[in-house]
């Protein structure tokens, strides 16, 4: 059995955790876990995830399924290391062999703290060595960029905090939010794991209607086709697991297997509409690459044409501060959208993003804004309420 950590973006541990207990995969008493680790500016910042034990089959399951998580990480050391000597030596004595061919290439992300090995390209120059010294061969050690192709380098995550080491293999390659379906984006695109999370967030029954009437590119509602037909979101993209020395291609069939027995036709209508012409061109083109045009209803239209039935839910990341000209006047859009909600949406369910609470106030209604995440690096509240006439 392996120790594995799925990492999720601050605010999303609780729905990571649940999505692993209704894969079986975690015991219904552990609780989220974080961990400190360094942003790439430098400063202090929290990723949090959750740790887990499982198999070769719990790996593939995580990464095929996890649609709120960053990636999945596979703990391969853990032991205290003062001197270089002693980090390389004790590094040099894990199983290098199971994740990595000989002069495979890496990429070395390493984060010292309150640690007597503080310089962090040393630190990444000795495990370089270690792993040499186990393979017999130097690898090639690549600069890691998350932007980058679906297909990058090997990426071996170390920490060192009070003098202990931990080193922990990436089992997933590109991020987790990298489905695959996203060429066209908008914007101010928002991040595939966020949407689901959201969505989570929402308590969503994935039967009642669903209206997202600032659509974008059209992430949320696509997340939401997916999840309303049991499509796994990495069904049609590559891991970094695949590149192992122990890589099973045949487990690996079997649990993709799983994913086309779970497939099934939308049950729910899902309608997703904006102003913007071009956007809705590519969230249609997106949603086409991820199979679900058919279970989206696009239109280009302004907020204030929508035509709800029946009760369901609105959820949406809607225009806010950061993501337009800060001479633009987003009040009177906020005003105008509680109107719409209170004289076509009564009873409805409405979830959105935003990082301005004055902005929310502009709507109206009583919103719980106590979940906070992050979107893009920017601090955003989940706004959810029920619209009352």
């Given at each position: ?38 942003s790439s500016s430098g400063a202090d910042a ?50 290098w062999e199971r994740y990595l061919a000989p ?287």
């Open positions: 059995m392996e120790t594995i950590f799925a990492v999720s973006s601050p605010g999303l541990e609780l729905f990571t955790a649940q999505e692993l207990r209704d894969l079986e995969l975690l015991n219904s008493e552990k609780a989220p876990m974080a961990g400190p680790q360094r929290v990723r949090g995830g959750i740790e887990f034990e499982g198999d070769q089959r719990a790996i593939y399951r995580a990464n095929l399924w996890l649609r709120t998580a960053s990636r999945v990480l596979i703990r391969l050391g853990d032991f205290r290391a003062a001197v270089f000597s002693e980090l390389r030596k004790k590094a040099g004595q894990l199983a002069g495979q290439p890496v990429a070395l992300r390493v984060t010292c703290r309150k640690s007597r090995l503080y310089h962090e390209n040393a630190v990444a120059e000795r495990v370089a060595g270690a792993i040499a010294d186990r393979l017999n061969r130097q690898p090639q050690v690549e600069k890691l960029d998350d932007k980058a192709g679906d297909d990058p380098p090997q990426l071996i995550i170390v920490r060192l905090v009070n003098d202990h080491c931990t080193i922990s293999m990436d089992s997933s390659g590109a991020l987790l939010h990298r489905r695959g379906y996203r060429q066209a984006i908008a914007k101010a695109p928002l991040r595939e794991t966020l949407a689901a999370g959201i969505l989570m967030a929402s308590g969503w029954d994935r039967i009642a209607p669903l209206i997202d009437p600032f659509c974008g590119s059209g992430t949320i509602p696509i997340e939401a086709a997916l999840i309303s037909r049991g499509i796994a979101p990495g069904h049609a993209r590559l891991f970094a697991f695949m590149h192992w020395p122990d890589f099973d291609p045949a487990l690996w069939r079997g649990v993709l297997a799983e994913n086309k027995r779970q497939t099934h036709a939308p049950v729910s209508k899902i309608a997703a509409s904006d102003r913007d012409a071009g956007a809705i061109r590519m969230a249609r083109a997106n949603a086409e690459r991820a199979g679900v045009a058919d279970c989206i209803e696009f239109s280009c239209r302004a907020v204030s044409e929508i035509e709800p039935t029946g009760a369901g839910w609105i959820v949406t990341n809607p225009p806010y501060g950061l993501r337009m000209s800060a001479s633009k006047n987003l009040s009177n859009l906020y005003a105008q959208f509680g109107n719409v909600l209170r004289s076509k949406c009564p009873g409805w369910r409405i979830v959105l993003l935003c990082n301005d609470l004055r902005l929310l106030g502009q709507i109206g209604m009583r919103l719980d804004t106590s979940l906070s995440l992050n979107n893009g690096g920017v601090g955003v509240r989940l706004a959810q309420g029920i619209v009352e006439d």
